[in-house]
């Protein structure tokens, strides 16, 4: 079986957790504290201080978008809506409540950021990038009708995109300006206008 069918194989090990599981208090804490000790990290490499970085925006949207699913998953639907619309319009990220993204997540500049799916750890998203559903494909591949579910370690360049039904492996790096609408293995650069995976040493 090639990498890409084995993925759809091993769906019931994926390391994300389906949409309608239900988060716990503790649980929404500690992916919390990994978002934020990912992008203290990136800020102490970059400017050497970590300095007010809960009024950060990428932290605050990442924040805001915990609050709003934690509030959908304990079925508080209004709520969690109410705090996913506070979050578009003090960040600019459109990150659904109903999203399931694992500790880490990093989201480098929240303004055009828009995500809806599921994820594992320590998902990346660069400027402009997004994951999402295809209009009039309601497949579920166990993020939800339509939905992308991404495996751990997962990096958008600027202005790309995963979209539809589709299953993404572990460290997939969607390099700048690439729509990628098909299967993906585990650790490949996607590249291309007709997306082509790359694998880490080079060889197509």
Known sequence: MNNVGALRAEAASASVVRLESKLTWR???ARIRADRERLA????T???SAFALSLHPSFLCVFLYRISNYLM????GLPARAVWQLNFLITGADISPGCDF???LLIISPAGTSLMGAAGKNMTVLPCSGIGGEMGNDLDVGAGPGLPLLQDNVLLEPHAGILGPVRVGNGVRVRAGVVL?????DEVDVVGATP?????KGRE
């Open 181 to 185: 609408t098909k299967d993906a293995p």
């Open 102 to 104: 694992g500790g880490g």
């Open 27 to 29: 649980e929404m804490l």
């Open 41 to 44: 990290s990136l800020l102490r």
């Open 73 to 76: 998953c304990r079925g508080l």
């Open 196 to 200: 082509r995976f790359i694998t880490r």
């Open 46 to 48: 970059r400017t050497g």
